[in-house]
């Protein structure tokens, strides 16, 4: 049983690789430099972890890792064009370095790479893993059309939002552990079982998200600090405030939305630690770290087996980049 | 052995309904939409008539020219985005009508769509059609990069021309026919030459685009006609008309490239005609159809089998639309 540290540098060096072609370098450049930016690989750790849990990983849940890893690289490359970001873990975006068109075709060619790497695997695999694929991938797309349909609303449910969190973030964690499990000969409850898990983490972990952008250290986060605030984006902290504050607080908050003075972040942040939004976020998301690890106890192997999870769910509420 | 327009008809009919949920509908309805706008439907009818060549079409030949089909959709609607299309079959292209966000992620979800589609198949054939599937979309992003790439390039030979199209146009043709030859049980032999015949067959049909958008009649057409010129867009045309004007032509050329004068169209067209780079392009067409047909009679199945496949060819070099 390894830790997701171990296993994550595992997986970096295995990724660390040029995985396109020298030519058209139009095309590929962006595309090596873009993976080159590195990331926390969350996704395909969780596959090779998934995978553990049932036995010895296979040649195929590295295969299978590197597809989602991909892919998730794919998403990001679209993201920030949909999101007019001009940065990246600090560094410039695809479409920022090299323009839009190249950028939206740079996503689309590493979408296929994906399903090249994907196309790798055993084939008495292969329909149950491209079925789970398939599935979140659309599922991801009609989380970020969510996300962005959100922008132009005045108000937008909780409910509604954790739904499109779920799609946009969660079920890729959720489907990257079942994939793992899929490989490991797991059974269907098992594989529901760790799926649920992941779909609670990831909540979670976007409550942690939500969090970091606005009370996150800037030399540690990467990211622009209050971006979200900056761009008005619909988030726990902000539907908790809209929700919770009062009338003088909501006129405040409304007034500075509906602006961009030069201490907008400041002020907003302010009022989230009146509404105490701050602290609200902390306890959802250990609402639902504990409700993620009741999926994951629940899972029929040795409760040894689930120490790196049990450990990776921990950190990943915990971390602060 | 039923024609191409017979086949056509089926597949329209087959491809007429709904292909995504209902919600959410800020990303399915475009989608959707775009579907509806028709299309000739060729690559997945040159599917079907390569399953035909080597037997009965069987159920799994309907389910690649679904795929083929909503791949062929999602290039054209990002390629849209980056042509600036406002439109497509005398239509509004999704980006004009829906934003540009909606477009990317209406395109993304409909690639992934065309992987659902292709996993309905028997397993037996799914990693060699996923492989020859992955290797042409891959191709073909290539090859818009290319496109993309020659546009801010000062000269173009030809065969970098060609080389493009192959990759953005033929490829996918090519494949088309391949696909209906692996799901028929072909043998590599058979495969191979099929590919070949609908690779040479692709760069006349491009000619004939060329052509058409210079040529064509606007009734018949449904774009723009004289699009390329004002876009300044490569073409079989202005690459020859730049390699074979007189100097006088050629200042008159360069001249109208470097503005956007009202008489545009007519002034390059009129160049066109005096290089005589119409007569040309239709002798090209000729020859890369001659050695398309050469392709097709070397495949070892009776020759009646081919009728279709001969028609066809001819059909789409003298196709106005």
Chains 1, 2 share one sequence.
């Not at 396109?20 to 370098?25: E, I, M, R, V």
């Not at 479409?95 to 590493?110: C, E, F, K, P």
């Not at 292969?126 to 005045?154: H, K, P, W, Y």
């Not at 942690?208 to 984006?233: M, W």
Request: aromatic content about 10%; proline content about 2%.
């Amino acid at each position: 049983m390894q830790s997701f540290e171990l296993l994550s540098q595992k997986f970096a060096l295995h990724f660390d690789k040029r995985h396109f072609p020298a030519s058209p370098a139009s095309l590929y450049d962006p595309n090596e430099y873009f993976l080159k930016l590195g990331g926390k690989r969350i996704r395909p750790v969780l596959c090779l972890m998934g995978n553990e849990l049932f036995g010895e990983i296979s040649g195929d849940a590295w295969h299978v890792g590197t597809a989602i890893e991909l892919f998730h690289n794919f998403t990001l490359i679209h993201d920030d064009i949909m999101d007019k970001a001009p940065l990246r873990r600090g560094m410039e975006t695809v479409h920022s370095r090299y323009g839009q068109n190249t950028a939206i075709l740079a996503g689309d060619v590493m979408l296929v790479k994906a399903y090249e790497e994907l196309n790798k695997i055993d084939v008495q695999y292969l329909q149950s893993i491209l079925s789970l694929f398939n599935r979140t991938a659309t599922e991801v797309c009609e989380g970020q059309q969510m996300d962005m349909d959100f922008e132009t609303m005045d108000s937008v449910g909780m409910d509604a939002y954790i739904k499109m969190i779920e799609l946009k973030t969660s079920v890729a964690l959720a489907a990257s552990l079942q994939t793992g499990a899929i490989l490991g000969g797991a059974g269907e409850r098992n594989q529901h079982l760790l799926y649920d898990f992941g779909r609670k983490l990831g909540i979670a972990f976007q409550v942690q998200d939500d969090y970091l952008d606005a009370f996150g250290d800037p030399g540690k986060f990467g990211k622009q600090v209050g971006g979200d605030i900056l761009s008005n984006k619909k988030t726990f902290l902000l539907l908790h405030a809209l929700e919770k504050a009062n009338p003088a607080q909501l006129k405040e908050l409304r007034n500075q939305l509906a602006g961009n003075a030069a201490d907008k972040v400041e002020k907003v942040l302010s009022i989230y630690r009146d509404c105490k939004a701050d602290q609200w976020a902390v306890t959802l998301q250990n609402k639902y770290l504990d409700e993620a690890l009741i999926h994951l106890e629940d899972i029929a192997v040795l409760t040894k087996r689930k120490q790196p999870l049990t450990d990776l769910a921990h950190y990943l509420i915990k971390r602060e980049f």
